[in-house]
T-cell receptor, first 109, second 120 residues
Framework: GQSLEQPSEVTAVEGAIVQINCTYQTSGFYGLSWYQQHDGGAPTFLSYNGLDGLEETGRFSSFLSRSDSYGYLLLQELQMKDSASYFCALTGGGNKLTFGTGTQLKVEL | GAVVSQHPSWVICKSGTSVKIECRSLDFQATTMFWYRQFPKQSLMLMATSNEGSKATYEQGVEKDKFLINHASLTLSTLTVTSAHPEDSSFYIC????????????????FGPGTRLTVL
């Protein structure tokens, strides 16, 4: 099977940069995605890494290292609205997603 | 982006009754949809893959006779929780990938807004 571990909670101040790590165990996958979920809401797509390296999308960047079974999401210029849960997810066969344990990000003034 | 809707957004039912949740892709056709369950403060757990015109495939540990899935058209999948019990109370979310975006740089799935089920 697949498993993905994330820190349960991260706290940062508005305007700062925060990194959310994701370590995984899998026998094979196509890529690593990141999703944001506000309380009671639907997950929304943030970023995807099909290859090793850094992908940048506005204030969000994501990194993947297959050799280290590791990825991270980097959020820059933090805003209060970024307070949410963040999930990494592996894409397997049939486009199925296996989600990580999730990280609750709290942005403080 | 592609839009996925769910209905109802919340439902309260008595123990032993059945509840049907609908998932619709509004502006694209989805041959495959996915159903997830999320308990409070936990991650999303894939329950099953819904395939248009064929039987759903269930993840290990998910009772197919309890969670009935029907994918009768390219825009609609339904999940029926049969004989619901309080332990089935959860947030049920569906998702779909837009095949029109397949092969692009992303591998994005679009999620419905979720259905909060409370079984009394």
């Amino acid at each position: 099977g697949q498993s993905l571990e994330q820190p349960s909670e991260v706290t940062a101040v508005e305007g700062a940069i925060v990194q959310i790590n994701c370590t995984y165990q899998t026998s094979g996958f196509y890529g690593l995605s990141w999703y944001q979920q506000h309380d009671g809401g639907a997950p929304t797509f943030l970023s995807y890494n099909g290859l090793d390296g850094l992908e940048e999308t506005g204030r969000f960047s994501s990194f993947l290292s297959r050799s280290d079974s590791y990825g991270y999401l980097l959020l820059q210029e933090l805003q209060m609205k970024d307070s949410a849960s963040y999930f990494c997810a592996l894409t397997g066969g049939g486009n199925k997603l296996t989600f990580g344990t999730g990280t609750q990000l709290k942005v403080e003034l | 982006g592609a839009v996925v809707s769910q209905h109802p957004s919340w439902v309260i039912c008595k123990s032993g009754t059945s509840v049907k949740i609908e998932c619709r892709s509004l502006d694209f056709q989805a041959t495959t949809m996915f159903w997830y369950r999320q308990f409070p403060k936990q991650s999303l757990m894939l329950m099953a893959t819904s395939n248009e015109g064929s039987k759903a495939t269930y993840e290990q540990g998910v009772e197919k006779d309890k969670f009935l899935i029907n994918h009768a058209s390219l825009t609609l999948s339904t999940l029926t929780v049969t004989s619901a019990h309080p332990e089935d109370s959860s947030f049920y979310i569906c998702s779909a990938a837009d095949p029109g975006l397949a092969g692009g740089p992303h591998n994005e799935q679009f999620f419905g807004p979720g259905t909060r089920l409370t079984v009394l």
